[in-house]
């Protein structure tokens, strides 16, 4: 046998555990500010949301106005060209972007994408190792903010970057 065709022969797959994302979300939005919960999930007291385990992405950092997340992309990440899939890049970034907003917000305020452009540089895959992806506030006011991010890999290679605008509002 061939090496091509024992690889060929390999049941790749891939399974996805989480937490119930009600379990002290409820109670951690209304009582802690945007920084606080997302501290909180970095440091494992407060599961991730569903989304993080299924595509993998993890909180590095955060602070005022910052956020950092990363990823290791891998084939079930891929698309039909054997690349990480646009979407995928696109959730990284959204979810970095929303994050850094969110931030800045006390407890009992929360935020949601109102619109996100992402444009992509060069395709990521497997090979690329681990993605890091940052993004910082470009304007907050009292109902919408602007954000933007980078998703960058070894040597501080820029593989996309994107803008969003967040809907800011009150909890409940």
């Not at 606080?36 to 950092?61: C, F, H, M, N, T």
């Not at 006011?141 to 996309?160: C, P, Q, S």
């Amino acid at each position: 046998m061939h090496e091509r065709d024992f690889f060929m022969d390999m049941e790749r797959k891939r399974t996805i555990v989480w937490d119930d994302p009600q379990i002290n979300k409820r109670d951690a939005v209304s009582s802690l500010s945007g920084l606080d919960y997302l501290r909180a999930i970095r440091d494992g007291k407060i599961s991730p949301p569903p989304v993080a385990k299924l595509i993998g992405y993890q909180i590095k950092e955060v602070d005022h106005g910052f956020a950092a997340f990363e990823l290791h992309p891998g084939e079930h990440h891929y698309n039909p060209f054997a690349t990480v899939h646009g979407g995928i890049l696109s959730t990284l970034l959204d979810t970095t972007m929303t994050s850094a907003v969110l931030t800045t917000l006390p407890q009992n305020i929360t935020c949601s994408t109102v619109e996100i452009k992402v444009n992509f540089i060069k395709p990521v895959s497997a090979e690329s190792k681990l993605v890091r992806c940052e993004a910082r506030i470009i304007h907050i006011g009292r109902k919408l903010a602007t954000v933007e991010g980078r998703i960058k890999g070894g040597n501080d290679e820029l593989y996309a970057h994107g803008v969003s605008t967040c809907l800011i509002f009150k909890v409940g």
